[in-house]
C-alpha cells in the first residue's frame, strides 16, 4: 500500500472527525453563552483566545508532520501504521517528494542551491498539510467567538453552513493540487524550450507556488457560498449576478486555455468545474433571494 495514500486517507478521516467534534462544540458554546454580557476586554480576550488556539493547531501539525513519519509496526501480533519520531524521512519529506513528483514535468530536473533550501522546503510542505488538517478546528474557533452574538436560526443556520465550507474549501485545494498546479507548471515550462533553456526547479519555489494555489482555489471554491450571502442579505440581487453571465463562462475558459496546454479537453477539466460552481452560486442565490426590507415612512 502507498504511503502516500495512507497518509492522505488518514489525514481527511482526521479531518472529518475535527469537522463533527467543531461543529458540535459550537452549537454547545453558544447554548453556553447565551444571554451573558461581554464587555470590550471579554471580547478582546476571547479573540486572542480563539487566535492562539488556531495558531496553536495548526503548529502542533506542522510539528507533527514535520518530525513524525508512518511506518508499519508490530502491536500485540498484529501489523499496524504508527507514527515514528524522525529527523529525515519525515511525513513532510515525503509529501515534498510527491508534490515535485506529481506536480513538476518529467523534464525539470530539482536542484538545491542554497544549503537550507531543502529543509525549509519539508517546513513549508509541513505547513501545507498543516492548514489543511487544522483547518476544521480554526473554523470552530471562528464560529465560536462569533456564535453568542446570534440569533437561534443564524446558529442553525451556522452550523450548516460551517461543514460546506470546509468541505468546498477542502475540495479548492484538492482541485488545485491534482489538477492545476501540475497543469500550469508544465504550460509555464514549456516557454523553455524556444529558447534553448535547460528546465530546473527549486523545491521552495515550488512549495511557495503549491501552497499560493492551493489556497486561492480553496478560496475559489467557496464562491457558491458567498452568492448565496450575498443575495440572502439582500446585498446584490440574483438578477445583477447572472446579467453578465456569459461574459463570465468566456473569461473562465479563456483563463483555462491560458494556464493549461493547447489541448481542449485538459482546458475543459480546468474550466468546467468553476462554471459549475459560478452557476450553482447563482442557483443558491435564486433560491436564497430576500428583498431588502425599506424602512417604513415616519
Do not use: C
Not at 212 to 234: D, I, K, Y
Not at 245 to 269: H, Y
Amino acid at each position: 500500500m502507498d504511503l502516500g495514500l495512507v497518509a492522505i486517507a488518514g489525514s481527511a478521516l482526521l479531518a472529518i472527525a475535527l469537522l463533527a467534534w467543531a461543529v458540535a462544540r459550537v452549537s454547545r458554546r453558544a447554548r453556553e453563552m447565551h444571554g451573558e454580557a461581554m464587555g470590550l476586554l471579554d471580547h478582546l480576550r476571547e479573540l486572542r483566545y480563539r487566535a492562539l488556539a488556531s495558531l496553536g493547531a495548526i503548529t502542533a501539525a506542522s510539528v507533527a508532520l514535520f518530525s513524525f513519519d508512518v511506518r508499519r509496526a508490530r502491536l500485540a501480533g498484529y501489523e499496524v501504521w504508527a507514527p515514528v519520531p524522525t529527523v529525515m524521512e519525515s511525513l513532510a519529506s515525503r509529501g515534498l517528494d510527491w508534490i515535485l513528483t506529481h506536480a513538476l514535468p518529467d523534464t525539470v530536473d530539482v536542484v538545491v542551491i542554497q544549503p537550507s533550501e531543502a529543509i525549509m522546503a519539508q517546513f513549508q510542505a509541513s505547513l501545507v498539510g498543516a492548514l489543511a488538517i487544522a483547518a476544521p478546528f480554526v473554523a470552530y474557533q471562528v464560529a465560536a467567538f462569533l456564535a453568542p452574538a446570534l440569533h437561534p436560526e443564524e446558529r442553525r443556520a451556522v452550523a450548516w453552513i460551517l461543514p460546506i465550507a470546509l468541505l468546498l474549501f477542502l475540495a479548492g485545494m484538492a482541485f488545485a493540487l491534482w489538477l492545476m498546479v501540475p497543469l500550469t507548471l508544465q504550460t509555464l515550462y514549456q516557454y523553455a524550450e524556444p529558447i534553448g533553456a535547460n528546465p530546473l526547479a527549486q523545491p521552495q519555489e515550488i512549495v511557495t507556488f503549491v501552497l499560493f494555489t492551493t489556497l486561492l482555489f480553496g478560496l475559489a471554491f467557496e464562491t457558491p457560498l458567498v452568492m448565496a450571502g450575498l443575495s440572502r442579505s439582500g446585498l446584490v440581487s440574483p438578477d445583477a449576478m447572472g446579467a453578465h453571465w456569459r461574459g463570465v463562462v468566456v473569461g473562465v475558459l479563456v483563463l483555462a486555455a491560458v494556464v493549461t496546454d493547447p489541448n481542449p479537453i485538459t482546458q475543459l477539466l480546468v474550466g468546467v468545474p468553476l462554471v459549475v460552481l459560478y452557476f450553482a452560486g447563482l442557483g443558491l442565490a435564486k433560491l436564497l433571494w430576500r428583498e431588502p426590507s425599506t424602512p417604513a415612512p415616519p
